[in-house]
């Protein structure tokens, strides 16, 4: 079964300081595996994802994840936060079944705090 | 413009009352779901929907009813049996179905649910 724990609720930094979200996942198979941001009731948008190609994965915005499959991890950074970064960051994988459905998997978020 | 769209954003259930969520899409998308977000966790499954005419239980269906007329509206039904329904909800879809994980999900802006 797949699952994916984000290790930080919240992160804080201040604006301009590198952005680190932390994710761990587990797979049964070579997964799929997606950053979505969420702003204050709004729906998700994605930010990148993770298909089997490169393992360094340029999303929108700055944004950049590294998939690495010895620590099943797929951490989220940006080299410089600014404050319209302030949002909730969802780690999500995709489960795939035998009838062709996609689940997706979320994890519980990170609420990114950005201070001035 | 192409998008998800979900009506209205904000509902207000009295008790013993069904209401129903839009959702409308013109990404000409096979594949359509329905979320719940509660405060602190992430997204949990209520429906989905392949194709017209079919849809399937998520993981947290009790209380909510679907259907799946028209390829581009799955409109969302929480009944007076669902005890507590105040959430957000968010409508996604997915390109085509049976074409396996890779693809993201788009997601629709979400209507939040409370109680009268």
């Known amino acids: 079964a797949q699952s994916v724990t984000q290790l930080d609720s919240h992160v804080s930094v201040s604006e301009g300081t590198p952005v680190l979200l932390r994710c761990n996942y587990s797979?049964?198979?070579?997964?799929?595996l997606f950053w979505y941001v969420q702003h204050p009731n709004k729906g998700l948008q994605l930010l990148l994802k993770?298909?089997?190609?490169?393992?360094l994965v340029k999303g929108i915005n700055g944004f950049e994840a590294e998939f690495k499959k010895s620590e099943t991890s797929f951490h989220l950074t940006k080299p410089s936060a600014h404050m319209s970064d302030a949002a909730e960051y969802f780690c999500v994988v995709s489960a795939y079944r035998d009838t062709g459905f996609q689940k997706l998997v979320f994890g519980t978020g990170t609420r990114l705090l950005v201070s001035p | 413009d192409g998008g998800i769209t979900q009506s209205p954003k904000y509902l207000f259930r009295k008790e013993g009352q069904n209401v129903t969520l839009s959702c409308e899409q013109n990404?000409?998308?096979?594949?359509m779901y329905w979320y719940r977000q509660d405060p602190g966790q992430g997204l949990r499954l209520i429906y989905y929907?392949?194709?017209?005419?079919?849809?399937q239980k998520g993981d947290i269906a009790e209380g909510y009813s679907v259907s799946r007329e028209k390829k581009e509206s799955f409109p969302l039904t929480v009944t007076s049996a669902q005890k507590n329904p105040t959430a957000f909800y968010l409508c996604?879809?997915?390109?085509?179905?049976?074409?396996?994980?890779?693809?993201?999900?788009?997601f629709g802006d979400g209507t939040r649910l409370s109680i009268l």
């Open positions: 797979s049964s198979y070579s997964p799929s």
């Open positions: 929907s392949q194709i017209v005419n079919d849809f």
């Open positions: 990404l000409n998308h096979d594949a």
């Open positions: 996604a879809t997915h390109p085509v179905a049976g074409t396996g994980p890779e693809g993201p999900q788009h």
């Open positions: 993770y298909t089997s190609a490169a393992t």
